[in-house]
């Protein structure tokens, strides 16, 4: 960021952005939630949660927005504002660009989910409460959960959830508020004390490594998230091509790059460092740790180095043992971990998505996700799944081809999204559906309640039969193309 464009230096002008998150912070109408960012250089962290989550909330990247530097201009007004006394003047403005922005996003995700299926049929769940009862209402609930790959655990404790309400409730439970229930719960599920990208602490560069198997977007996402450190953060940034088995992975890097204003460091780098011939064959006989080592060295320059590592898929043992070699490499130069190291998820991959994720958290420690090609599936349910089963949070996602199609995960917009727009607006009945679940949790605190034991195995039972059924279908498909073939030989 130069000077010109904020018209102060950079020490005032953080100062003055310490300042307004501070004001923003003391005032309960206006809710703030930043990128997580943990770095004296830039900012400081403040962690949220579901209560504090609101449609005024925006993360500290689209903050910053790269259009006509609209939002280094809202954040110099505040500041400006402050410094002059005028609180509510700044907040006024800020809070309707926020309002803006993340109507764009929510907008987007709703189009991306148009055919979603789950805001009405909950709805026609629940209608018939009364008709089908408590059990196969749930029975009903628990398909339909299942179905859009959300997984065991997590419809295991949405169905907990609801189940124990219905029964505790001293009046009939109506449509809207079991419906809103399972809304508060998702977004429960979806939502993590951190849930912003980390920085440096120190004044080591930020190191994010990318890692994912071929084909979820990992080229696509650098390139993205390289443009937002860059152009709406200001900050110098590195990528590292460590790729050094896919023929053409360097180059489609540096297209992406040059988009987004980043440099490159690649095998060609380490060999011209070493005075050889620069060549496709030498470059493939580097490992992806040298070209790290020499990246990492390069990297001391800048404010962040972003690492692409090859694709791979998570049960190849020998790929798995490379990139823990990778994150000891950035250990021995810089004395530390990467802050963070981001799995790409294809949100289409149902559940091999949360087996692909659990095998990369235990051999190589995944600290988040960047969920990708959401414009491409209609469920999402994907990511409640990886988020309740691993604990690992969504902090980034992908809703389009665009290089600003990056945005923030924000757990209450994608949940009213993935429900069909069926967004509650009776504040009245929120604060009853919250009530309820306050009084059910300090009841189970107490010890009282089913809990999930007969829930789960409810629901385990059920996803057992679907998986045979599934068997049983493809056998019989076998068996019938098998015959086909027998009778066309005759």
């Known amino acids: 960021m130069s000077a010109s464009l904020l018209s102060f230096s950079r020490a005032s002008f953080r100062a003055s952005f310490l300042l307004s998150l501070l004001v923003i912070s003391s005032v309960e109408s206006f809710t703030f939630v930043p990128l997580g960012v943990k770095s004296e250089r830039y900012t400081v962290s403040q962690s949220d949660t579901v209560s504090s989550r609101t449609s005024s909330s925006l993360y500290l990247f689209d903050f910053f927005s790269k259009k006509s530097e609209e939002g280094i201009a809202q954040l110099t007004d505040?500041?400006?504002?402050?410094?002059?006394?005028?609180?509510?003047?700044?907040?006024?403005n800020v809070n309707q660009y926020i309002s803006q922005e993340n109507e764009i996003f929510s907008a987007r995700l709703s189009e991306i989910f148009s055919n979603s299926i789950i805001?009405?049929?909950?709805?026609?769940?629940?209608?018939?409460?009364?008709?089908?009862?408590?059990?196969?209402?749930?029975k009903d609930l628990t398909d339909l959960l299942l179905s859009c790959d959300i997984g065991v655990p997590a419809t295991t404790s949405i169905i907990t959830e609801v189940k124990s309400l219905i029964e505790s409730s001293?009046?009939?439970?109506?449509?809207?508020?079991?419906?809103?229930?399972?809304?508060?719960?998702?977004?429960?599920?979806?939502?993590?004390?951190?849930?912003?990208?980390?920085?440096?602490?120190?004044?080591?560069?930020?190191?994010?490594?990318?890692?994912g198997a071929?084909?979820?977007?990992?080229?696509?996402?650098?390139?993205?998230?390289?443009?937002?450190?860059?152009?709406?953060?200001?900050?110098?940034?590195?990528?590292?091509?460590?790729?050094?088995?896919?023929?053409?992975?360097v180059n489609q890097l540096k297209v992406w790059c040059e988009r987004s204003g980043c440099e490159v460091f690649s095998g060609?780098?380490?060999?011209?460092?070493?005075?050889?011939?620069?060549?496709?064959?030498?470059?493939?006989?580097?490992?992806?740790?040298?070209?790290?080592?020499?990246?990492?060295?390069?990297a001391k320059g800048y404010d962040c180095l972003v690492v692409d590592t090859s694709g791979r898929l998570s049960n190849n043992e020998g790929l798995n043992r490379e990139l823990v070699k990778m994150r000891n490499v950035v250990e021995k130069v810089y004395g530390k971990r990467p802050e963070?190291?981001?799995?790409?998820?294809?949100?289409?991959?149902?559940?091999?998505?949360?087996?692909?994720?659990?095998?990369?958290?235990?051999?190589?420690?995944?600290?988040?996700?960047?969920?990708?090609?959401?414009?491409?599936?209609?469920?999402g349910g994907s990511v409640i799944a990886v988020s309740k089963e691993l604990g690992i949070p969504v902090k980034l996602v992908g809703v389009g081809e665009k290089i600003e199609d990056l945005k923030d995960f924000n757990a209450e917009i994608f949940v009213d999204a993935i429900?069909?727009?069926?967004?509650?607006?009776?504040?009245?009945?929120?604060?009853?559906?919250?009530?309820?679940?306050?009084?059910?949790?300090?009841?189970?605190?107490?010890?009282?309640?089913?809990?999930?034991?007969?829930?789960?195995?409810?629901?385990?039972?059920k996803e057992a039969q679907e998986a045979q059924e599934a068997k049983s279908t493809n056998a019989a498909k076998k068996y019938q193309k098998k015959k086909k073939r027998q009778k066309s030989k005759k």
């Open 340 to 379: 963070e190291i981001v799995l790409v998820v294809d949100a289409s991959q149902g559940g091999m998505a949360v087996e692909s994720a659990r095998v990369w958290s235990e051999d190589v420690g995944v600290s988040s996700l960047i969920l990708t090609k959401l414009d491409g599936t209609a469920k």
């Open 119 to 138: 805001g009405s049929s909950l709805t026609s769940i629940f209608t018939n409460l009364q008709t089908t009862g408590i059990d196969g209402t749930l």
């Open 419 to 461: 429900m069909g727009g069926e967004k509650i607006e009776d504040e009245g009945l929120k604060e009853r559906v919250r009530a309820l679940r306050e009084q059910q949790s300090r009841i189970e605190e107490a010890g009282g309640g089913e809990g999930e034991g007969s829930v789960v195995k409810d629901v385990q039972e």
């Open 78 to 92: 505040l500041a400006t504002n402050v410094v002059k006394g005028d609180i509510k003047k700044g907040l006024s």
């Open 214 to 249: 071929n084909g979820m977007g990992k080229t696509t996402s650098i390139g993205k998230l390289s443009s937002r450190l860059s152009n709406d953060l200001g900050l110098k940034v590195l990528v590292a091509a460590c790729d050094t088995y896919r023929a053409g992975a």
């Open 170 to 211: 001293e009046t009939p439970l109506t449509s809207s508020e079991l419906t809103e229930i399972v809304r508060l719960k998702l977004i429960e599920i979806l939502t993590f004390e951190s849930s912003g990208l980390n920085f440096s602490s120190t004044t080591s560069p930020t190191i994010y490594m990318i890692i």
């Open 268 to 298: 060609e780098n380490v060999l011209e460092n070493m005075g050889k011939e620069v060549c496709d064959e030498e470059i493939m006989k580097l490992s992806p740790s040298t070209v790290l080592y020499g990246a990492c060295e390069e």
